[in-house]
Nanobody, 123 residues
Framework: QVQLVESGGGLVQAGGSLRLSCADS????????LAWFRQAPGKGREFVAG????????EYADSVKGRFSISRDNAKNTVYLQMNTLKPEDTAVYYC????????????????WGQGTQVTVSS
């Protein structure tokens, strides 16, 4: 079973950086593709970044390309989202998600979700 727990959210000024982490307590972490999604108040959940099981393939939303970087450490059962040059429009609850297939931009493709971590970027 997969249990995802996010951490690292907080309040930061525009232009600042944060690193989110998502850890899994299970033993099958390396068999899952992983992704970060976010949901801002009053908006739907949107894809931010995804990474393949091996970590070789990575995909980003256009809105974060060049500013955010996704990585994973299968030995530590953890996926990261490094967020640089943050903007107020990045304010949202960020969720990590896992599926046993390939990286997808569609949230329905993911079987497991964390509880979310709040990121607030002040102007």
């Amino acid at each position: 079973q997969v249990q995802l727990v996010e951490s690292g959210g907080g309040l930061v000024q525009a232009g600042g950086s944060l690193r989110l982490s998502c850890a899994d307590s299970g033993r099958t972490f390396s068999t899952y593709a992983l992704a970060w999604f976010r949901q801002a108040p009053g908006k739907g959940r949107e894809f931010v970044a995804g990474i393949s099981r091996s970590g070789v393939f990575r995909e980003y939303a256009d809105s974060v390309k060049g500013r955010f970087s996704i990585s994973r450490d299968n030995a530590k059962n953890t996926v990261y989202l490094q967020m640089n040059t943050l903007k107020p429009e990045d304010t949202a609850v960020y969720y990590c998600a896992a599926n046993q297939g390939i990286v997808s931009r569609i949230d329905a493709a993911y079987d497991y979700w964390g509880q979310g971590t709040q990121v607030t970027v002040s102007s």
